[in-house]
Structure formats: C-alpha cells, structure tokens
C-alpha cells in the first residue's frame, strides 16, 4: 500500500516564478492538507481540500492555491514567488482523525 | 501568544536517560492532540495521540491536562535511535481540522 507520495522531491525557482507541487494521497484518504515548513520551524497549515473543495484556509496570501482533482490527488500552486516561500512543503492526507505525510518538496527561490 | 509553544531545547541526554518534553496550547476548543516526531530532512510522523487519561506506548508516556491547557511527552530509557525533533500537535473538532503544530523540541540522544 502507498503512502503518501509529493512531486518533485526538490525543485528550485527564482523571484517571481510560479510553481506547481503534486500529491497523491494515501489510499483510501479522500482529504488533503497542505503545510509549509520553514528551517527551524514547525509546518504552518496552508489549506485542506475535501471533495475537490477548499475546505478551511491557514494564514497565506491568495499567491498560494490549490486544486483536488476527482481521484482525491491535489496540486499546490504559487505564484509571483518570494524568497520568503523557500521551505519544506508538506502534504498530508486523511480519512479520519490521523494525518498521514508525504516526503515533502523542498522549494528553494533565488 | 502562538497557538502552540513548546520548551526551545535543543536537548543533548545520554543513553538511558529519561527525558521530558512540555508543551502548552492557547485554543481551548481544541479536542484532539498529538505527538509528532520528525527526522532530520524528513516529514513528521505520527509518535502517538493524547489523551486526557493519559497513554502509554512502551517506553513513551502522554499527559493533557485540560485545564492547565498542557501537554507532555515523557521518553524512558532513550535509545539512540530516538534522536529526533518531536513536535507537540493540536488540532480542532474533529480529524479534519488543520493541525497546529509547535516549533519542535530536538532531542539528541548520546552514546
């Protein structure tokens, strides 16, 4: 059984760029969030989408949003990037209670 | 005041040690809490749940104290192994509200 799998593993963009992360998620999980982790910091919670929709929204500029296609996987998008989005983007899926992590993509913006 | 506030560390004990971590949350409406633990470079796993009569899985012990809105971890025996970042997670009503995590307490266990 897959875990929770994110593409690409590292990717590096500069200033203003757009980006695109995926995720699949676990089987059976219909719910994905998205986190950003910065070095040294714990993962701040971006968005959750269930049922294709933006369920609940964390503290991030519109810059930053999200798709969930109809097999539950789940993209991440950023645009006009600032150097400030280098981090560590988590994403973790669920059916219940448990959240699950994928390996994550690490953005580096030059 | 953040949302989830651990003890800074980092925390360097030796083999055997019996280490605690202590974490405080403001949201009194949270109803779920964990702990994570995190390898360097790697994603968060899940160590164990919280719950309010306490837990025990081996050589790890949780406690919640609601009222004092406080949470803590407790690691008998440490190995090597259990070199780590542990990250103290709440969330709200239900598994499909976002996780608040703290900003992680590194434990480096020495032979």
């Known amino acids: 059984d897959a875990g929770v799998t994110q593409s690409p593993t590292h990717l590096i963009k500069t200033r203003g760029q757009q980006v695109t992360l995926r995720c699949s998620p676990k089987?059976?999980?219909?719910?994905v969030s998205w986190y950003q982790q910065a070095l040294g910091q714990g993962p701040q919670f971006i968005f959750q989408?269930?049922?294709?929709?933006?369920?609940q929204r964390g503290n991030f500029p519109d810059r930053f949003s999200g798709h969930q296609f109809p097999n539950y996987s789940s993209e991440l998008n950023v645009n006009a990037l600032l150097l400030g989005d280098s981090a560590l983007y988590l994403c973790?899926?669920?059916?219940?209670?448990?959240?699950?992590f994928g390996p994550g993509t690490r953005l580096t913006v030059l | 005041r953040k949302e989830v506030e651990q003890d800074p560390g980092p925390f360097n004990v030796p083999e055997g040690a019996t280490v605690a971590f202590n974490c405080t949350y403001s949201?009194?409406?949270?109803?779920?809490f964990f702990w994570y633990r995190q390898d360097c470079r790697k994603e968060p796993k899940l160590l164990m749940s919280v719950y309010s009569s306490g837990n025990e899985d081996g050589r790890f012990t949780a406690q919640l104290n609601r009222a004092s809105q406080y949470i803590s971890l407790l690691i008998r025996d440490s190995k090597l192994s259990d070199s780590a970042t542990y990250l103290c997670?709440?969330?709200?009503?239900?598994?499909?509200?976002?996780?608040?995590f703290g900003k992680g307490t590194k434990l480096t266990v020495n032979p």
């Open positions: 973790a899926s669920s059916l219940y209670t448990e959240q699950f």
């Open positions: 989408y269930y049922e294709e929709e933006e369920r």
């Open positions: 089987s059976g999980h219909d719910t």
């Open positions: 949201n009194s409406a949270s109803q779920s």
């Open positions: 997670v709440v969330n709200g009503q239900g598994g499909s509200e976002k996780l608040v």
